[in-house]
């Protein structure tokens, strides 16, 4: 990550209103005509992840804006908006660190300030996997993500493919409604020991730590299984279950190799060789372990491994 | 209306495709920052009605957009989109005298390239009226005017008030996704005889055209029986309707009385005055005459009446 740019040390600008931010836009491109705009949204409790976004952002964009709103329309009754892990200090520290120039950090109150009745809601791409398992989900992501690029209008917004149903359903938005906005899919970044990162790791004991190693063994598993070419979708689908279900810790919401970026179904039937003739594939899964819910994937084929 | 700007007669530049439109704009941008762009959204077969919006949009901005585009995804299955009239060479004379700079007339090809997938739905202010009479044609409006939002990035866009539950529908819609742009509600203009201009009024007979002045004359009865200070708001629907029906021709589609720009129901034992206290009431309606639907409305307070 180092490669791409030199560490910022420039404190950056924090708004937590649209006006402010919109009139601090509006300055800076009136000050720069062509000022490119890099825009990373997040729901805070940043980690190396969210850090490698931002500084692609500042190494290909003028201008770099960091978002952190966690957005309740987002989160279905029974999930953990209430109890989603904030630390604003520690987020503020790696914006500066990694190159944002503008952190807006607006309140619910600020986003929906009264009840709002418009939604943007993508058919079928968001109606497997998460969009399965979270209803409503994709519905509260399209919908903030399209304010949230009509607040910043960034020429380029950048999302990690841990999400990576979220990068579809964002790339199908931004096609269908003409957004002016190129959408970046950026790679997983993991710990040492493989564990995707992602902000609900902090929810897990260290047992549960350990047994979530489950996900990355499999998807290195799965690459190994992919090259089998005898290897059908569904008899991957299968292998994939059961590598995970032998963790006594883990209880699968999903597992799934679905066509990508499209996430129509694969015949099971289907030799992957023959598959992948069509489309490249997403093996995604959704695993909890206690209360914790956490994704991980791979696209085949898998690029640079 | 002559009043506003002079007449201009440089022919607007036709673009076809996204593409010319878009590096057009951003030449024109570039050329001149902070250029204000007005955006007149039409489907064309123009009338003075949209020249009236062209005209002020021209007054207003350094840059005036005029979109013709019958849009598919707003008409129900049994409406008139096959036979929607069409006049491109009448259309550009207007647009030229009225002065619009660029006119995109895109083909649904270009503006649908894909099956699409993404909708941006309205509640609540899409179903009532209109929205109740053409289901889905809401969902189409808020999609299409999403979509040349994003792609015209307009300062201002004018629409005019004969589609008073239209400018409220796409109002709710900026505010609620933050469109960073302003909408500009437009008087309906009218023939010498009172009857409000409108595309499809080609459709009608000489006898249904004549049968139509129902419409505004209960308009303007409507006006008097409202300054009764003991007039409720069911009593001024149940005369109006008794006017509309008194007419051979018409069929009432509906005729109500509902609250601006909300559209909520008024209670009709509440008498008008005291109604208005709350906010302004909007008087619409959509009748039939043979296979023509025409609508007309009035928001009282009548300002300027």
């Excluded at 708004?15 to 720069?32: A, D, F, G, Y």
Aim: glycine content about 6%.
């Amino acid at each position: 990550m180092s490669t791409l740019t030199p560490v910022k040390t420039k404190q950056p600008l924090i708004v937590r209103t649209i006006s402010e931010l919109r009139s601090e836009l509006s300055i800076r491109r009136q000050e720069k005509p062509g000022l490119e705009t890099g825009f990373v949204p997040t729901m805070g409790y940043l980690h190396d992840g969210h850090g490698s976004l931002i500084q692609r952002s500042a190494a290909e964009n003028g201008l770099t804006v960091l978002s952190i709103f966690v957005n309740p329309l987002q989160f279905g009754p029974n999930e953990d908006l209430d109890r989603y892990p904030r630390d604003e200090e520690r987020d503020l520290k790696l914006a500066r660190q990694e190159g944002a120039d503008i952190v807006f950090i607006p309140s619910v109150q600020e986003m929906y300030p009264k009840r709002a009745l418009t939604r943007v809601l993508v058919s079928e791409v968001t109606e497997s996997l998460c969009g399965a398992s979270r209803p409503g989900h994709f519905d509260g992501v399209g919908t903030v993500v399209s304010k949230l690029f009509h607040l910043v209008e960034p020429t380029r917004a950048y999302f990690g493919l841990k999400d990576a149903q979220q990068v579809a359903v964002v790339q199908q938005m931004v096609d269908d409604l003409n957004f002016n906005v190129q959408i970046v899919p950026c790679p997983t970044l993991r710990e040492a020991d493989g564990l995707a990162l992602s902000s609900r790791n902090v929810y897990l004991s260290p047992e549960q730590r350990s047994e979530a190693l489950v996900l990355y063994r499999t998807l290195q598993q799965a690459a190994q299984w992919a090259a089998d070419s005898e290897m059908t979708a569904g008899g991957l689908e299968a292998k994939v279950r059961e590598a995970i279900s032998r963790s006594p810790l883990a209880s699968i919401d999903y597992a799934e190799l679905r066509r990508y970026p499209s996430l129509e179904a694969v015949d099971p039937q289907l030799r992957l060789e023959e598959a992948l003739k069509q489309s490249p594939l997403l093996l995604a899964f959704a695993v909890r372990f206690g209360g914790t819910r956490l994704i991980d994937n791979a696209i085949f084929p898998i690029k640079g491994a």
